[in-house]
Every structure is written in structure tokens, then in C-alpha cells.
């Protein structure tokens, strides 16, 4: 009885969440993970930490790049990918429920990384918000990459 007490204790230890918050955009993560301070993470809104990743988002004004305007979340993502390189050549754009995204190997220092990038749209804002994992636990957390990309609200400031 003492081991249930103690596993149950534990999990909801390790189950805390917090959600981080920034202008009109919000994800709940677990506790673990830290964000960044202000200096050094232009250009995203959002930087956060943990021990086996990175989650960052970057928010694109339709009203101060005027080229965005016109596109819808699809025309966003193809045109994202149409004037981007990629470390294999080529990112595919995939849907899964309601999530845009795309996936990418990603080589920082010479250590691989693998990152989940997800496509927002709210309002006059494009949003990409980057889950980048070193690649020796990507699979690992892919379910849950997942999970905490539907958890990403939007609401007015």
C-alpha cells in the first residue's frame, strides 16, 4: 500500500503543468521546463527549456508584413517552406486533427537535432512554434510533442 501511495505521490509530481504564456498565445507544458530571459531569443516571442528539449515560437504580423496578408494558414506553410533549406533536402507539410505542421532534422554545433514545427493562425498573426528534440529522443516524446501542440490557445490581449 505504502508503494501505491508513494507511485501515485510521484506521478502527480511529474504530471504538474504550467502554461507559459505570450501576447495573444498560450501552451501548457510541463513544469520542467523554463523559459529564457528576454535577451538573446529574438526573434521568439517564446523560449523555453527543459532537460531534453527546446519549445520556441515566433509570431508574424500580417499588418507589419504585408506580404502575409493575403495567405491562409496552408498558403503560409507552403510559402514557409518554399523559401527555407532544410538539412534533408526537403519538409513535407502534414496535418494531424487540427494541427499544421512539419518535421525536419535540424544540425546545431554539430549535434543532430529533430524538430516538429507547427503552423498557426489567429487573427492578423502567423504562428511557428518549434519542438526541437535531439534526435536520439524524438520518437520518444512524439505523442506528447503532440499533445502539447493541441494544448496551444489563442485569445485577445
Given amino acids: 500500500l505504502a508503494f501505491v501511495i508513494c507511485f501515485i505521490a510521484y506521478k502527480a509530481l511529474i504530471d504538474e503543468e504550467e502554461t507559459f504564456s505570450a501576447k495573444e498565445m498560450s501552451i501548457t507544458l510541463p513544469e520542467e521546463f523554463?523559459?529564457?530571459?528576454?535577451?538573446?531569443?529574438?526573434?521568439?516571442?517564446?523560449?523555453?527549456?527543459?532537460?531534453?528539449?527546446?519549445?520556441?515560437a515566433e509570431r508574424l504580423s500580417t499588418t507589419e508584413v504585408t506580404e502575409l496578408a493575403l495567405l491562409d494558414l496552408h498558403g503560409f506553410a507552403a510559402s514557409l517552406l518554399a523559401n527555407n533549406t532544410f538539412e534533408d533536402g526537403e519538409a513535407a507539410i502534414q496535418s494531424r486533427g487540427d494541427l499544421l505542421y512539419f518535421e525536419t532534422p535540424n544540425k546545431v554545433a554539430g549535434t543532430e537535432y529533430h524538430c516538429f514545427v507547427f503552423l498557426f493562425k489567429y487573427e492578423h498573426t502567423f504562428w511557428i512554434v518549434q519542438f526541437n528534440l535531439h534526435f536520439t529522443v524524438a520518437q520518444e516524446y512524439r505523442d506528447q510533442v503532440f499533445d502539447w501542440a493541441e494544448s496551444i490557445t489563442f485569445e485577445s490581449e
Avoid: N, Q
Avoid at 529564457?36 to 523560449?47: I, M
Fill in 34 to 56: 523554463v523559459a529564457a530571459s528576454e535577451s538573446g531569443t529574438a526573434p521568439f516571442e517564446l523560449y523555453l527549456t527543459s532537460r531534453d528539449m527546446v519549445v520556441c
